[in-house]
């Protein structure tokens, strides 16, 4: 045998276990590898998030939507619901800057985050959204609370009404980019997973919190019309999300939506938010459907962070992501 | 450049900083030793901490890839293939077809940068040399920036090293520079491998010594400036042997600001959609 082919030979069994053993075998090094790209280091960062973001996002989200019900919900004359929808604004107000503080690696230095204004930021634009949402929300919630429990009466009642109008209006306006944005974030970076579908991303995250905030008003007791028809929407868009997941794929390059943990995580919750939560409605089963769908909706958010530390990881999936 | 010894822009003072010159690196592999000055050049001027002495197994390459503690990093490339014109011993045909690369990886600065872009803090800054440089004592450590570089050179410093919790990533020593001396790591480079000076003056010479090595029987030598992505080019590029692949860069990088009409027209769409389908369930099914 040639130096050559023991050489080849030593390759071959390096590649497939990982490990050289022999008589005049030197392995530092010898064997060179097969790995994609240089020894298979990543060649983008994976993201340092950790716990506190995805639970933001589902916060966040369902928040940011419920501000969008309040506003309807008063508009029809749901005082009750609308109430209950501030509320759960105003406590995604308070919790969201909370998580977002956490995970900062500097959390002293959180007041940073509005040193600037950057439109071309996702991360800046988002957290002016926060920022607005909760100077918003937190006194619409108080200005509907003095209203709806007639704490003053006569002319000052209808200034108050007028104001909480506007503030419940500016709420649902800045709810709505909350719940959004957040998928903008994901899509504009440099990890495979998340920038090929850039434009699933804030569907699904809008959708998901528009409709976990219907579920949770529902599974206090809140069965409206409305909110059951805003289910429907919500499982709906899912399902054709889910979908097309299924169908647009991106090869190597979104893999980590596919496959592992992560593609399976990411598939399961989308079931459970789609397809399963409309079937559940369908047959009328409203508490099912709405546990269901939040329960898809939160986990869903844990399983795209997932792909994207595993896919940034994953120099194959960058490599695949930049070809054609 | 090589053999211009004291007479190099390696050695000469300079005041690009003050005369607002763009500066660069060239770093060439065909020249570099594997010596490993610059890490620890740029490690000791810069006081970045040391991050575990762990045996990668890869080559020569203990350190794996650049970092928040990494500034500069050595790439032991071993290929399948001849170095040129090469013929190293007589094995079983008469050639040995080994090659092993080194080369020294370092941020690009890229002339539209993505770490910059998504700086939701104003931290990282643009200087007067066109470097791209992150203000320690600003940054939060919100971590987009991680995730916007499409080289994969920014990271968070994990606790407990020192300053942890920030982004960090090589500055150009700008500190340096300010008092008219060269980045660390060109400074000590012992062959010229890395090479600091005027961006214009390095390009012109990098498209020369591409030629140069062509004409010697390298014939895949190439320039990695990718000026033709939304990167729109890099100050500090490198001559490859080889695919970028091989060497962990990414063949086509884009900033991902290029992602956000798209992806905000989506949000825009999903934001409007949901409003309006809340309205019509409450007007409707009420």
């Known amino acids: 045998m040639s130096n050559e082919q023991r050489l080849d030979q030593l390759r071959d069994e390096a590649w497939k276990k990982g490990i050289v053993a022999g008589s005049g075998v030197d392995v530092a090094g010898g064997p060179i590898p097969k790995k994609a790209g240089y020894y298979g280091q990543p060649v983008v960062k994976p993201p340092v998030w950790t716990w506190e973001i995805p639970i933001y996002f589902f916060v966040g989200s369902t928040g940011g939507m419920a501000a969008v ?44 985050m509005l040193r600037v204004f ?52 500016g709420s649902a306006l800045l709810g709505v980019l909350l719940a959004t944005y957040t998928g903008v974030l994901l899509g504009a970076t440099v990890t495979p997973a998340w920038f090929t579908h850039r434009v699933l991303l804030p569907i699904h995250f809008g959708t998901a919190g528009l409709g976990s905030s219907a579920a949770l008003l529902e599974l206090l007791g809140h069965r409206v019309a409305a909110l059951n028809a805003i289910g429907f929407f919500a499982a709906g868009t899912e399902t054709i999300l889910a979908l097309s997941l299924l169908i647009n794929k991106h090869g190597a390059a979104d893999r980590a939506l596919h496959r592992g943990v992560s593609g399976v995580v990411v598939q399961t919750t989308e079931i459970l938010a789609g397809p399963l939560s409309l ?34 990881r994953d120099p194959e999936a960058v490599f695949a992501s930049q070809q054609s | 450049m090589i053999g211009e010894g004291i007479q190099s822009t390696n050695q000469r003072k300079h005041s690009y900083i003050q005369d607002h010159v763009e500066v660069g690196f060239f770093t060439d592999p065909t020249v570099c030793i594997g010596c490993k000055a610059c890490e620890v ?40 293939r001849q170095k040129g014109n090469q013929i190293v011993g007589s094995i079983s045909n008469g050639e040995d077809p080994f090659r ?19 700086c939701p803090t104003g931290s990282i800054v643009r200087t007067e040399v066109g470097s791209v440089f992150v203000q320690d004592d600003v940054c939060n450590g919100c971590g987009y920036c991680v995730v916007s570089c499409p080289f994969g050179v920014i990271d968070r410093r994990p606790s407990p090293l020192p300053d942890h919790g920030a982004a960090f990533k090589c500055t150009f020593c700008y500190d340096r520079q300010k008092s008219g001396l060269v980045p660390a790591c060109a400074k000590v480079c012992p062959t010229e491998s890395i090479v600091f000076g005027r961006l214009d003056d390095l390009r012109a010479r990098a498209k020369e010594r591409v030629q140069h090595l062509q004409e010697s029987g390298y014939r895949d030598a190439q320039l990695y400036d990718p000026e033709e992505t939304s990167v729109r080019g890099i100050h500090a590029f490198f001559l490859l042997l080889g695919e970028p692949e091989a060497y962990g860069l990414p063949p086509k990088p884009q900033i991902p600001t290029i992602y956000l009409k798209s992806a905000w027209t989506a949000a825009f769409a999903t934001a409007i959609a949901s409003i309006a389908a809340t309205l019509i369930a409450f007007a409707f099914f009420a």
């Open chain 1, 118 to 169: 950057k439109p071309q930021s996702a991360m800046s634009m988002g957290a002016w959204i926060l920022v607005l949402f909760i100077v918003c929300a937190i006194p619409a919630f108080i200005a509907l609370e003095i209203h709806a429990r007639g704490i003053f009466a006569g002319p000052l009642d209808s200034v108050i009404r007028i104001v909480t109008g506007a503030l419940l209006t």
């Open chain 2, 100 to 118: 092993w690369i080194f080369l020294s990886d370092v941020c690009k600065h890229c002339e539209e940068a993505g770490c910059l872009e998504a």
């Open chain 1, 69 to 112: 019900i309040a506003l309807a919900a008063a508009l029809f004359h749901h005082v009750d619901l609308a109430r209950v929808s501030i509320l759960f604004s105003t406590i995604a107000a308070i919790i969201s800057p909370i998580l977002l503080i956490m995970d900062l690696g500097r959390p002293h230095l959180f007041l940073n």
């Open chain 2, 41 to 80: 050049a740029c490690k000791e001027w810069n006081e970045v901490p040391d991050d575990g002495f762990s045996w990668s197994g890869n080559s020569y390459d203990n350190t794996g890839h650049l970092g928040a503690s990494t500034w500069r990093h050595v790439m032991f490339v071993e290929q399948d």
């Open chain 1, 279 to 312: 079937l559940l409605r369908g047959f009328g089963l409203i508490p099912f459907a709405a546990v269901s769908f939040a329960t898809g909706a939160l986990l869903s958010r844990f399983g795209w962070l997932l792909a994207g530390k595993i896919s940034g």
